[in-house]
């Protein structure tokens, strides 16, 4: 069996053409070069690799004397001892290869090689928008898969770290790692991922880590987050010494974590660069604000529908202005708004962000008030719902509650008392249903687990011994 790709330079030279184009495309480019006396092809997408670093290395063996070639193969690995270097026997694998950004050169009599020196435009580590701390390191991931394994590996230095490297889709060919701990992991875990990621059968994944999701998770419909993004390496690195498995696509700032439950969407890192009381209030003014959130316009608008069965030192609950429009419309109309205002506001340029909240919310919301469109609780209620949902760390939960809440506001003014508290039953049997990878989405609520329970709600200083998870089904739950 012979490790040769082709017979001869041109024959490697024409399938290449055929492949990539013959001047179709200006990136790629086919070129004659000599490493000592050795004519070689060489093929790369300028875009995708180190220039300086290619210049170097090819000047490095500019011809300068005359040399017997008798084992090709042995005159080119002793001469061309780059170190990122590695011989390949199949064509697909020298494509798959310039494609992703490394350097092919084919030898004369057919022996192919490629070289590591990759280097992807992409910006420099900063820290995220949305996961901002006070005190605390100030890097997140990139787009770039190596930048974002790098910065995993500067927290977690241990030989048992794994990246282990899937290529999925048929043409976008996206690479994806999952990242763990070995020993620590659950075996199990990693064994359905690695199944779900062969299943895997489309073009590309052209929305990166959300396209994961929806293949690996089979999400469908579901409102709720199955998983936990995050764009900061030390809440991964955190996650992974508790057993969590992370998914890191290339081309996407944001790392998956898995399993994750509804109070690990709920976590930030700023309880643990706070002292362990003020990381506890925080963490319960959290999980109130979320609580809050989700009922106090169901609420208020039973109050202030059925404000006759209230005692006196609750009169003042609801609305003293009449409007020509229906109370509950109002509420929906301000709720909806208030999510208009924030899709206006992502997509509004940032010297242009300030000037349209101030017109949209003070303009608008007064004009409203006065000329009788809305009444002065129906806005103070929403902008009070709309600030405790913006509290929650995660995005998609936070949307998840404003689609919840809508829903028990619909469903109140519908069937007044008793639709509240059948949408709530309803919504609270449909969280307990979920178990995505298996994992209890309410857990350690339900099924309830006093201890993990205690340590969801209080933020235990970090020399309290804790098990790992019972959720992330690892071997080895006593941490070292």
Same mark, same amino acid.
């Given at each position: 069996?012979?490790?040769?790709?082709?017979?001869?330079?041109? %024959?490697? %030279?024409?399938? =290449?053409?055929?492949?990539?184009?013959?001047?179709?495309?200006?990136?790629?480019?086919?070129?004659?070069?000599?490493?000592?006396?050795?004519?070689?092809?060489?093929?790369?997408?300028?875009?995708?690799?180190?220039?300086?670093? !290619?210049?170097?290395? !090819?000047?490095?063996?500019?011809?300068? &004397?005359?040399?017997?070639?008798?084992?090709?193969?042995?005159?080119?690995?002793?001469?061309?001892?780059?170190?990122?270097?590695?011989?390949?026997?199949?064509? +697909?694998?020298?494509? =798959?290869? *310039?494609?992703?950004?490394?350097?092919?050169?084919?030898?004369?009599?057919?022996?192919?090689? *490629?070289?590591?020196?990759?280097?992807?435009?992409?910006?420099?580590?900063?820290?995220?928008?949305?996961?901002?701390?006070?005190?605390?390191?100030?890097?997140?991931?990139?787009? @770039?898969?190596?930048?974002?394994?790098?910065?995993?590996?500067?927290?977690?230095?241990?030989?048992?770290?794994?990246?282990?490297?899937?290529?999925?889709?048929?043409?976008?060919?996206?690479?994806?790692?999952? *990242?763990?701990?070995?020993?620590?992991?659950?075996?199990?875990?990693?064994?359905?991922?690695?199944?779900?990621?062969?299943?895997?059968?489309?073009?590309?994944?052209?929305?990166?880590?959300?396209?994961? +999701? &929806?293949?690996?998770?089979?999400?469908?419909?579901?409102?709720?987050?199955?998983?936990?993004?995050? &764009?900061?390496?030390?809440?991964?690195?955190?996650?992974?010494?508790?057993?969590?498995?992370? #998914?890191?696509?290339?081309?996407?700032?944001?790392?998956?974590?898995?399993? /994750?439950?509804?109070? $690990?969407?709920?976590? $930030?890192?700023?309880?643990?660069?706070?002292?362990?009381?003020?990381?506890?209030?925080?963490?319960?003014?959290?999980?109130?604000?979320? #609580?809050?959130? !989700?009922?106090?316009?169901?609420?208020?608008?039973?109050?202030?529908? $059925?404000?006759?069965?209230?005692?006196?030192?609750?009169?003042?609950?609801?609305?003293?202005?009449?409007? $020509?429009?229906?109370?509950? =419309?109002?509420?929906?109309? @301000?709720?909806?708004?208030? &999510?208009?205002?924030?899709?206006?506001?992502?997509?509004?340029?940032?010297?242009?962000?300030? /000037?349209?909240?101030?017109?949209?919310?003070?303009?608008?919301?007064?004009?409203?008030?006065?000329?009788?469109?809305?009444?002065?609780?129906?806005?103070?209620?929403?902008?009070?719902?709309?600030?405790?949902?913006?509290?929650?760390?995660?995005?998609?939960?936070? #949307?998840?509650?404003?689609?919840?809440?809508?829903?028990? =506001?619909?469903?109140?003014?519908?069937?007044?008392?008793?639709?509240?508290?059948?949408?709530?039953?309803?919504?609270?049997?449909?969280?307990?249903?979920?178990?995505?990878?298996?994992?209890?989405?309410?857990?350690?609520?339900?099924?309830?687990?006093?201890?993990?329970?205690?340590?969801?709600?209080?933020?235990?200083?970090?020399?309290?011994?804790?098990?790992?998870?019972?959720?992330?089904?690892? %071997?080895?739950?006593?941490?070292?």
């Amino acid at each position: 069996m012979t490790d040769k790709l082709f017979n001869s330079l041109e %024959e490697a %030279e024409n399938f =290449l053409k055929e492949q990539f184009g013959d001047g179709e495309s200006f990136d790629i480019s086919i070129t004659h070069v000599f490493v000592k006396d050795l004519p070689v092809l060489c093929i790369y997408i300028s875009g995708l690799v180190d220039g300086i670093v !290619l210049t170097q290395l !090819l000047s490095n063996m500019l011809p300068d &004397e005359d040399i017997d070639i008798e084992d090709e193969k042995e005159y080119f690995e002793a001469y061309f001892n780059f170190q990122g270097r590695s011989e390949q026997t199949k064509r +697909e694998a020298i494509l =798959l290869a *310039v494609l992703s950004g490394q350097v092919a050169f084919i030898t004369k009599n057919g022996y192919g090689y *490629v070289a590591e020196i990759r280097s992807y435009p992409g910006r420099t580590p900063e820290e995220p928008d949305n996961e901002k701390v006070i005190r605390g390191s100030r890097d997140g991931f990139v787009e @770039g898969i190596s930048q974002n394994a790098a910065l995993i590996r500067r927290r977690i230095r241990n030989s048992n770290l794994r990246f282990e490297l899937h290529k999925i889709s048929e043409i976008g060919q996206t690479d994806v790692a999952l *990242v763990f701990i070995k020993g620590i992991a659950s075996d199990e875990t990693l064994d359905k991922l690695r199944q779900r990621i062969k299943q895997i059968n489309h073009d590309g994944l052209t929305m990166t880590d959300k396209s994961l +999701e &929806e293949w690996l998770f089979k999400q469908k419909f579901h409102p709720v987050p199955f998983v936990r993004y995050t &764009e900061r390496p030390d809440i991964t690195a955190a996650h992974l010494l508790e057993g969590h498995v992370a #998914i890191v696509v290339d081309t996407s700032p944001s790392v998956i974590i898995v399993p /994750a439950t509804a109070f $690990h969407l709920l976590q $930030h890192a700023e309880e643990y660069r706070q002292a362990p009381s003020i990381g506890t209030f925080v963490r319960f003014m959290r999980y109130f604000g979320v #609580i809050t959130g !989700l009922l106090l316009l169901p609420m208020w608008y039973l109050c202030a529908t $059925h404000g006759i069965h209230l005692p006196d030192e609750l009169s003042f609950l609801g609305a003293k202005k009449k409007s $020509h429009i229906p109370l509950l =419309l109002q509420i929906l109309i @301000g709720d909806i708004g208030i &999510e208009f205002l924030r899709m206006a506001a992502i997509h509004t340029p940032s010297p242009l962000s300030t /000037a349209m909240g101030l017109v949209a919310g003070i303009t608008i919301g007064q004009i409203a008030i006065d000329v009788g469109v809305f009444s002065p609780e129906v806005v103070l209620y929403t902008a009070i719902s709309a600030i405790l949902t913006f509290i929650i760390p995660s995005y998609e939960l936070g #949307i998840s509650i404003k689609l919840f809440r809508i829903l028990l =506001l619909l469903m109140t003014g519908i069937w007044g008392v008793n639709g509240l508290f059948i949408g709530f039953f309803l919504l609270f049997t449909y969280l307990c249903s979920l178990r995505p990878m298996q994992a209890p989405y309410l857990w350690p609520l339900i099924p309830f687990f006093p201890n993990a329970m205690l340590r969801v709600l209080v933020r235990f200083p970090m020399t309290a011994d804790a098990l790992r998870p019972y959720v992330v089904d690892s %071997e080895h739950r006593k941490r070292s």
